[in-house]
């Protein structure tokens, strides 16, 4: 066979600026070593590209293979960061400190693998990128085109990925669907590299499938329309999962295959299930693993018996989720995006892990605190009453946080399990700096920029400690745990007598002015967790043996939270919420490792 690619990546290096080829190749690189999934989505978009993706990673991971995904957003944003969650879903923010797409979440949770700044792009940082070159003369004298260079550094990206986290498959998510102007060049890229290397690229095509109630039927017209908008791009794809409301049917499989070229085998029905982890199982079942190792030759790099373990124990979870649950529970979640739950997708993922591994079910009631009048206890109460745990989640701005402390105060008045994620936790420091202090004017700088006690403030000396200038304190840092706590208890027990680290990711602008620490204090708060050397506070708690479970952190524990994993704030927060809705029942009964005890704290 001629050696087609290494002629073409010889021609396109740049000892040649005659060439019409523009395809720079990151040093190291072995064309053939590794094999690129790309998931383009087709008809609409919305359908779980990501969740497709990472589960067919996920299949391959567990073989053995080294997977890294990484999603193509066709925004402009250089990031996630100023996204309104309203709009686009959670920010979710890796351990280097990158603020992406939600669906990095899906990958990392699925994976059971951190990632970063690497496996995700948008089109603002390419196109920044190809500025920045042209300045500094990178382009040899040509006109600065989208084909080739704009996509040449695409494929240079994704190649630079591969060899980076030397993965044997790189999942590529295109942001999107197939025919918008903005992800035009990521697809016109991916075609070049399927060009650039034949066979080592599988594209997957993820499409929809109608079922008009008025026909009672699913028809398959718009999906083809779909995929022969991708195969007008010089796409054709290998693979295509069906979304649809209910399975779709071996007829209208077949007229998809038929229309797309896509044998029948390949063509797969990913219908709304009641969970999304069953998604890797019932892909096995199907054969669509052995399909894309066939594909991309890749059947001898599978190890059986590392795949048997990993399948077993994701079996394991998955049962749990499927069991008869044995606990019934409410936990409030109170948040100015009440009304869209895609803006807390990692807190919902994180109670559905805690509630599985703990034969929970939970219920979970949105509160508004917009809505409440927080002067009115009545009124308060009686959002809260009939609740076993409340989470005051993160957030910015001054919007109903009058509301928000108003509700700790009566979790920790009435002894209901709290749990204060990030502006959740600076609203336990404002509440108790008030009513247990009787500091009647603290506040958050974020709120009162005049506060005279601003308990909660921006403090530039620690702001230059960290590096960060005025920005926003980001990614996986250490946090130094306290001993017989109940932050020592829920982290690991074993280490429970002696001080140690544990490493949480931030997203964050205020923290506790020190000045305050010790009047808190000495008034029954506990900071629990701190930074390992600067008087940053990160977790906060009151002792076990006057409060069930009243717990704070600085940090997001739900982006860390993973099905085989959960966080264990959560688990202590549905331990104590089940305890709550019976309290009779024994605490072996509910969980011995998940529950504190008295003498565990005070020892
Ligand atoms: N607004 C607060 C801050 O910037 C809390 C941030 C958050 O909850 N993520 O510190």
Same mark, same amino acid.
């Given at each position: 066979?001629?050696?087609?690619?290494?002629?073409?990546?010889?021609?396109?290096?740049?000892?040649?600026?005659?060439?019409?080829?523009?395809?720079?190749?990151?040093?190291?690189?072995?064309?053939?070593?590794?094999?690129?999934?790309?998931?383009?989505?087709?008809?609409?978009?919305?359908?779980?590209?990501?969740?497709?993706?990472?589960?067919?990673?996920?299949?391959?991971?567990?073989?053995?293979?080294?997977?890294?995904?990484?999603?193509?957003?066709?925004?402009?944003?250089?990031?996630?960061?100023?996204?309104?969650?309203?709009?686009?879903?959670?920010?979710?923010?890796?351990?280097?400190?990158?603020?992406?797409?939600?669906?990095?979440?899906?990958?990392?949770?699925?994976?059971?693998?951190?990632?970063?700044?690497?496996?995700?792009?948008?089109?603002?940082?390419?196109?920044?990128?190809?500025?920045?070159?042209?300045?500094?003369?990178?382009?040899?004298?040509?006109?600065?085109?989208?084909?080739?260079?704009?996509?040449?550094?695409?494929?240079?990206?994704?190649?630079?990925?591969?060899?980076?986290?030397?993965?044997?498959?790189?999942?590529?998510?295109?942001?999107?669907?197939?025919?918008?102007?903005?992800?035009?060049?990521?697809?016109?890229?991916?075609?070049?590299?399927?060009?650039?290397?034949?066979?080592?690229?599988?594209?997957?095509?993820?499409?929809?499938?109608?079922?008009?109630?008025?026909?009672?039927?699913?028809?398959?017209?718009?999906?083809?329309?779909?995929?022969?908008?991708?195969?007008?791009?010089?796409?054709?794809?290998?693979?295509?999962?069906?979304?649809?409301?209910?399975?779709?049917?071996?007829?209208?499989?077949?007229?998809?295959?038929?229309?797309?070229?896509?044998?029948?085998?390949?063509?797969?029905?990913?219908?709304?299930?009641?969970?999304?982890?069953?998604?890797?199982?019932?892909?096995?079942?199907?054969?669509?693993? $052995? +399909? *894309?190792? !066939?594909? =991309?030759?890749?059947?001898?790099? &599978?190890?059986?018996?590392?795949?048997?373990? %990993? #399948?077993?124990?994701?079996?394991?979870?998955?049962?749990?989720?499927?069991?008869?649950?044995?606990?019934?529970?409410?936990?409030?979640?109170?948040?100015?995006?009440?009304?869209?739950?895609?803006?807390?997708?990692?807190?919902?993922?994180?109670?559905?892990?805690?509630?599985?591994?703990?034969?929970?079910?939970?219920?979970?009631?949105?509160?508004?605190?917009?809505?409440?009048?927080?002067?009115?206890? $009545? +009124? *308060?109460? !009686?959002? =809260?009453?009939?609740?076993?745990? &409340?989470?005051?989640?993160?957030?910015?701005? %001054? #919007?109903?946080?009058?509301?928000?402390?108003?509700?700790?105060?009566?979790?920790?008045?009435?002894?209901?399990?709290?749990?204060?994620?990030?502006?959740?936790?600076?609203?336990?420091?404002?509440?108790?700096?008030?009513?247990?202090?009787?500091?009647?004017?603290?506040?958050?700088?974020?709120?009162?920029?005049?506060?005279?006690?601003?308990?909660?403030?921006?403090?530039?000396?620690?702001?230059?400690?960290?590096?960060?200038?005025?920005?926003?304190?980001?990614?996986?840092?250490?946090?130094?745990?306290?001993?017989?706590?109940?932050?020592?208890?829920?982290?690991?027990?074993?280490?429970?007598?002696?001080?140690?680290?544990?490493?949480?990711?931030?997203?964050?602008?205020?923290?506790?002015?020190?000045?305050?620490?010790?009047?808190?204090?000495?008034?029954?708060?506990?900071?629990?967790?701190?930074?390992?050397?600067?008087?940053?506070?990160?977790?906060?708690?009151?002792?076990?043996?006057?409060?069930?479970?009243?717990?704070?952190?600085?940090?997001?524990?739900?982006?860390?939270?993973?099905?085989?994993?959960?966080?264990?704030?959560?688990?202590?927060?549905?331990?104590?919420?089940?305890?709550?809705?019976?309290?009779?029942?024994?605490?072996?009964?509910?969980?011995?490792?998940?529950?504190?005890?008295?003498?565990?704290?005070?020892?």
């Amino acid at each position: 066979m001629p050696n087609q690619e290494n002629d073409i990546l010889a021609a396109a290096g740049h000892s040649n600026i005659e060439t019409e080829f523009y395809s720079p190749i990151p040093d190291g690189y072995k064309p053939g070593r590794h094999k690129y999934v790309a998931v383009l989505g087709t008809v609409m978009s919305g359908l779980g590209k990501g969740i497709f993706s990472s589960s067919l990673a996920k299949l391959l991971k567990d073989k053995g293979l080294r997977v890294a995904p990484i999603k193509l957003e066709g925004y402009l944003n250089l990031d996630s960061g100023t996204l309104n969650p309203y709009r686009h879903g959670e920010v979710f923010v890796l351990d280097d400190g990158m603020e992406t797409d939600m669906d990095l979440g899906t990958y990392e949770r699925m994976l059971d693998q951190n990632l970063t700044g690497d496996n995700f792009a948008t089109s603002g940082q390419i196109y920044r990128h190809v500025l920045d070159k042209e300045r500094e003369g990178g382009y040899l004298g040509r006109d600065v085109q989208m084909i080739p260079h704009v996509t040449g550094e695409v494929k240079h990206l994704l190649r630079s990925l591969a060899v980076k986290q030397k993965s044997d498959v790189v999942f590529i998510e295109v942001g999107g669907t197939v025919g918008d102007f903005e992800n035009g060049f990521y697809i016109e890229a991916l075609r070049e590299l399927a060009f650039e290397e034949p066979g080592s690229v599988c594209f997957v095509a993820l499409t929809y499938v109608l079922e008009p109630k008025t026909l009672g039927e699913q028809k398959s017209k718009a999906a083809q329309l779909g995929l022969k908008k991708l195969m007008e791009n010089g796409i054709q794809p290998h693979m295509i999962a069906c979304r649809a409301t209910n399975e779709v049917g071996p007829k209208v499989r077949e007229k998809i295959a038929m229309f797309s070229n896509v044998p029948v085998r390949a063509v797969f029905s990913m219908h709304d299930r009641s969970s999304i982890y069953s998604i890797p199982e019932s892909m096995h079942q199907e054969g669509l693993d $052995i +399909e *894309i190792l !066939s594909i =991309l030759d890749l059947h001898s790099a &599978v190890r059986p018996r590392e795949e048997d373990k %990993a #399948r077993r124990e994701w079996a394991k979870f998955v049962g749990m989720l499927n069991a008869q649950r044995t606990h019934d529970i409410t936990i409030g979640i109170t948040g100015k995006y009440a009304a869209l739950r895609d803006a807390y997708a990692s807190i919902d993922k994180a109670l559905e892990h805690s509630a599985a591994h703990l034969s929970a079910k939970i219920n979970i009631e949105w509160l508004d605190t917009t809505e409440m009048d927080p002067t009115n206890p $009545i +009124e *308060i109460a !009686s959002h =809260l009453k009939d609740l076993d745990g &409340v989470i005051v989640p993160g957030g910015f701005g %001054a #919007r109903g946080t009058e509301g928000k402390i108003a509700c700790v105060q009566y979790c920790r008045e009435n002894k209901l399990p709290y749990l204060g994620i990030c502006l959740g936790f600076q609203m336990a420091v404002v509440e108790h700096a008030r009513n247990v202090c009787g500091i009647s004017d603290a506040a958050s700088s974020e709120f009162d920029p005049n506060a005279a006690s601003a308990v909660i403030d921006i403090l530039p000396e620690q702001k230059k400690i960290e590096g960060l200038g005025g920005n926003m304190r980001l990614g996986g840092k250490d946090v130094q745990i306290k001993p017989h706590t109940l932050a020592a208890m829920l982290f690991g027990q074993e280490q429970a007598n002696k001080t140690f680290n544990v490493r949480q990711r931030f997203r964050h602008r205020y923290e506790v002015d020190p000045n305050f620490i010790e009047r808190l204090e000495d008034k029954g708060l506990i900071f629990s967790g701190r930074h390992p050397e600067h008087p940053i506070m990160q977790v906060l708690e009151i002792s076990p043996d006057k409060h069930p479970y009243f717990i704070g952190a600085q940090f997001h524990p739900e982006l860390t939270s993973r099905p085989l994993e959960p966080h264990p704030m959560f688990m202590g927060l549905v331990a104590a919420a089940i305890r709550h809705a019976n309290p009779d029942l024994p605490a072996e009964q509910i969980s011995s490792r998940w529950l504190p005890t008295v003498a565990q704290a005070a020892s």
